[in-house]
Each structure stands twice: as structure tokens, then as C-alpha cells.
């Protein structure tokens, strides 16, 4: 006699089963037998006690966290954007060098990156793990610029040597390519949570 | 496992404004629960305990994305369970475990050996234990776990009847194969 097979028994618990194994079933006390056990086990599976973790991870967490809004607080906000294009007026009125223009349309481009940033934030999105550690990886070496800027003490103007003011247009424009990279993964690999 | 977890709208809401006591609050709340479903997808309890981590680590950089829609636990499941499952793909990867086959190398469990339902379990692979806690115990769909897993529905639903069938012969039930 043929019988359920574990498929059908899954399917059968899911209300999918094919006319065949609901029918069999009214009528083979075996393969009932079996749906019963399937039902038992995955109660029993449902019943096992909760796992708990032997340590506090927390501690990691808060110092991440405040990573986190120590990061947030350095970021250019859009109000940069207005206070970079008054800084641009300014040189570009005045005999400049290319440096400084330069220097001038990298921070221009942060400050336009952080503000498109600023909007997927609020788009009720969230990242694939994947994702999120690639996104984690962006924001510490960004930090790491920013802390670097803010040593220098050149996170407003240039005006140092010729010499600085080149390092300074690097450093913005590492940013610069770092944010991109950044609003890219917002932009193209956020999901909505579907939950 | 039951989930009685809901947490007040102020607390989410003072998490989203970066208060690290309501983050600590959310943390205390959903600890056991994410290292629970951590723990039943991955072999290892250091792996369980990293997802658990990585999982506060991505809420407290999204959280202000969570806009309320269903439950914030549900929001937080489905962080820790793509983790753990980038996780086993990751291990998979390592040692290149075919993804729907039982690992090579590990005890065998004589068949019809009269043993608990926990320890069949554990000898499950990782993708089959995947497959089964998260539909069997947290209720998702097989389209959402063919999702998360980047697998076909098919895939998740035959997955699922293999794992049943293992755990069957390894607890020497039933009148017939």
C-alpha cells in the first residue's frame, strides 16, 4: 500500500496537500500515525526553552552607539551646503589658486552627499546584513577622515601652505569618494522591511 | 518561542532620538529572544552570541528607520535571522558545504537512536535548522525564507520535509519510511 510520503505530511500541516494524500489519510491510520507525530514535534520544538547568552554583549553595543553619534555630530549637515557655496563666492571672487578651488568643490560635494544621505535616512529602509557591515565599513574610514580634518583644524577653510591646502584637497576628496560610495549602497541595496 | 515583547512607542521613540538608555532598554528586551532564534540557526554559541551583537549593532544604526510598521520585533528577527544566515553561507563558503546537504565530518546520529528532540535537532545541517525554526517555531512564510535565504520556495518547502524526515528516523518514530 502506498503511503504519505514526508512531503505530502508537510503539506498536509500546511493545508496544501494534493486531493490524493487528504483522501489517504481519512483512511490510513499509519500515515495519520505519522501526521500526529509531525504535529507533536514541531509543538515540542515550540515548548523548548529559551537559549540565553553567557555574556553581555552590550558594553560593545553602547560603544558603538556612542561612535555613532560622535560621527554624526562631525558630519556636515545641509547647512554646509549653504555656508560651502558662500565660502565658494568668496575665493572664486578673489585671485585663487586651482587649489583652493578645488578644495572649495570637494567640500561642496560632501556637504551635497551628506544632505542626499540625510534623505534615505528617513525613508523607513533597512539594510541586508551585507549591506550593513559594507556600510559600517564606510562610516569608520570616513570617521577617520574626519578625525584627521578636524586635527588639522581645516574643516572651514583652506588657507594654509600650498602644500596643505594639496593634503586638504585630498583628504575631501577621499571623503568625497567615500560618501559616494556610501549614498550608493542607501540608494541601491536599502529594502524595505516587508514585516 | 512565545512573544510577548511589545515595548512602549516612547521607548522606540527615544531609541530613534539616540537615548542610550532606551537603547539599552531595547537591548534587555530582545537579548534572549535574538540570541534564541541565533542560536537555533548556528551550530556554535559564539557564532549566536556575534549575531546577537551584529543584530543591536544594525538597530542601533537603523533604528531610526523603523517607522512602526509591524512589530519592532518582527523588525529585529528578521535582522538577526539574515545575519545568522550570512553567517552559515559565510561557514559554507569556507568549507565548501554544499548548502542543502548535512555536513561532512560531523557524529553521525545512529538511525532509530531513541534521542531528544533538542539533540536530533542540533544534528541537523545549519540550512535544514534554519529552515525548520524559522518556519516550524517563528511562523515565517516559505516565500519570506526563500527570501532571506536567496533560494527558491521550492527549495525552502523541500528543505523543510527533508529536515522533518531526518529528525523522524533519528528519534525512531513512526510505522513507516
Not at chain 1, 558594553?59 to 560621527?71: I, K, L, S, T, Y
Not at chain 1, 523607513?124 to 569608520?140: F, K, N, P, T, Y
Not at chain 1, 583652506?158 to 550608493?184: I, S
Not at chain 2, 517563528?138 to 522533518?164: C, D, N, P, W
Request: charge should be positive; charged fraction near 25%; include cysteine.
Amino acid at each position: 500500500m502506498m503511503h504519505c510520503t514526508m512531503d505530502d505530511l508537510v503539506a498536509l500541516r500546511a493545508g496544501e496537500a494534493s486531493v490524493w494524500a487528504r483522501q489517504h489519510v481519512e483512511t490510513c491510520a499509519a500515515c495519520r500515525a505519522e501526521l500526529d507525530a509531525l504535529y507533536q514535534r514541531v509543538a515540542q520544538l515550540k515548548a523548548l526553552p529559551a537559549l540565553r547568552p553567557a555574556r553581555d554583549r552590550w558594553p560593545v553595543v553602547r560603544e558603538a552607539a556612542r561612535g555613532q553619534r560622535m560621527r554624526r555630530h562631525r558630519t556636515w549637515g545641509a547647512w554646509s551646503i549653504a555656508a560651502a557655496a558662500a565660502l565658494a563666492g568668496v575665493l572664486l571672487l578673489r585671485p585663487s589658486t586651482n587649489v583652493r578651488a578645488e578644495l572649495v568643490q570637494a567640500k561642496q560635494q560632501s556637504a551635497t552627499l551628506e544632505d542626499q544621505l540625510q534623505r534615505y535616512d528617513v525613508e523607513g529602509r533597512v539594510l541586508s546584513g551585507r549591506a550593513a557591515a559594507l556600510v559600517a565599513e564606510l562610516e569608520d574610514r570616513i570617521a577617520v577622515i574626519d578625525g584627521d580634518l578636524t586635527r588639522r583644524g581645516a574643516t572651514a577653510t583652506g588657507g594654509g601652505t600650498g602644500t596643505q591646502d594639496a593634503e586638504l584637497v585630498k583628504l575631501w576628496q577621499q571623503r568625497v569618494g567615500l560618501m559616494q560610495e556610501l549614498v550608493n549602497v542607501r540608494a541601491t541595496r536599502a529594502r524595505y522591511v516587508g514585516l | 518561542m512565545p512573544v510577548a515583547l511589545a515595548v512602549p512607542d516612547l521607548l522606540v521613540a527615544r531609541a530613534q532620538a539616540g537615548d542610550e538608555a532606551a537603547l539599552e532598554a531595547l537591548f534587555r528586551a530582545f537579548e534572549t529572544p535574538v540570541y534564541n532564534v541565533a542560536r537555533r540557526m548556528l551550530r556554535s554559541a559564539e557564532d549566536a552570541e556575534d549575531v546577537l551583537q551584529e543584530t543591536f549593532l544594525e538597530v542601533v544604526r537603523s533604528i531610526r528607520q523603523y517607522r512602526g510598521e509591524g512589530h519592532l520585533w518582527g523588525w529585529i528577527r528578521r535582522i538577526a535571522a539574515t545575519k545568522a544566515l550570512m553567517r552559515i553561507r559565510r561557514d559554507q563558503l569556507r568549507v565548501a558545504e554544499p548548502l542543502d546537504e548535512e555536513p561532512v565530518g560531523r557524529p553521525t546520529m545512529h538511525v532509530g537512536a531513541n534521542i531528544d528532540l533538542e539533540r536530533a535537532f542540533e544534528h541537523l545541517s545549519d540550512t535544514s535548522r534554519s529552515v525548520v525554526w524559522l518556519h516550524d517555531v517563528e511562523g515565517y512564510t516559505h516565500e519570506e525564507i526563500a527570501e532571506l535565504m536567496g533560494k527558491s520556495v521550492s527549495f525552502s518547502k523541500s528543505q523543510l520535509a527533508r529536515a522533518h524526515a531526518r529528525l523522524r528516523r533519528m528519534l525512531g518514530e513512526g510505522a513507516h519510511a
